[in-house]
């Protein structure tokens, strides 16, 4: 039978620990991190940081329907109808023995977590930050980060679909420690498309899904529900966050490269 792997359960680890399952999909995930020591610490860290976070969230923010699509998708492939039985027994067994069991019988090969800066850039899109520059005008929100930051901030121009709210400073997190970011907010609808503009130097922004759009090459991760699309203008990296269909996003994402 296959097992949840570690990528997919750190994709739908905030749902998880919001308490959004129901008791199938609980019994999957409970059971995963009964067996993977690496996915328990990224789950101890990621409920102590929600913990601290929540008194400044302004509501609950509930997993898009899209998401648990593609949770259940998910879930489908990683286990057989015929095995669930077996898979949910195994949460009778205490976690040390069931650790310990699987460190004689299995090797478990450690899965990097996501990046600090794709953790950050979905944080920061599910929080209702205010801007501290309220503007419409591209460049007038350009001219508001100069002197602020490190770096030129160029918000992307995207199609008359999408408009501009406003930004505000901001950082994000990577293996070198946290660095000032600019935050700039759009509209989509009733969609909300967030853009974070760091300095890429001596950041890892790999690992993701490529695709190429405009002649560009655009990084592609998914957590909780939300894509972040990642790509580089000079030294700047530009993490572009929605819950947008991929296709949708796809094409806003044309208008600006």
Not at 62 to 72: F, G, K, Q
Not at 115 to 127: C, F, I, K, N, S
Not at 194 to 202: L, M, Q
């Amino acid at each position: 039978m296959s097992r949840l792997c570690c990528s997919d359960f750190r994709q739908f680890m905030d749902p998880y620990l919001d308490g959004e399952f129901d008791v199938r999909e609980r019994a999957e995930f409970d059971a995963h991190l009964a067996i993977c020591g690496d996915c328990r610490r990224h789950y101890e860290e990621r409920a102590w940081f929600q913990q601290s976070l929540r008194p400044v969230l302004a509501k609950p923010v509930p997993m898009p329907p899209d998401a648990r699509v593609r949770l259940r998708a998910k879930l489908a492939m990683a286990t057989k109808p015929s095995g669930l039985k077996l898979w949910i027994r195994r949460l009778a067994i205490p976690v040390p023995l069931l650790a310990a069991a699987c460190a004689v019988f299995l090797v478990v090969t450690p899965l990097a977590g996501f990046a600090p800066w794709v953790t950050d850039a979905v944080d920061q899109h599910r929080l209702t930050l205010p801007v501290e520059v309220p503007s419409s005008m591209a460049d007038d929100v350009d001219a508001w980060f100069e002197g602020k930051l490190p770096f030129r901030v160029e918000s992307p121009r995207f199609d008359e679909n999408v408009h501009l709210l406003g930004g505000r400073l901001s950082r994000i997190g990577g293996t070198a420690g946290y660095r000032s970011a600019a935050y700039i907010i759009y509209g989509v609808g009733r969609h909300k498309l967030s853009v974070i503009a760091f300095e890429n130097r001596d950041l890892d922004l790999n690992g993701g899904r490529s695709r190429v759009i405009q002649g560009k090459d655009v990084e592609f991760y998914e957590r909780n529900g939300y894509l972040v699309a990642l790509y580089n203008r000079g030294p700047v990296a530009y993490a572009v966050t929605s819950d947008l269909p991929e296709e949708e996003f796809v094409s806003i994402l044309k208008s600006a490269l």
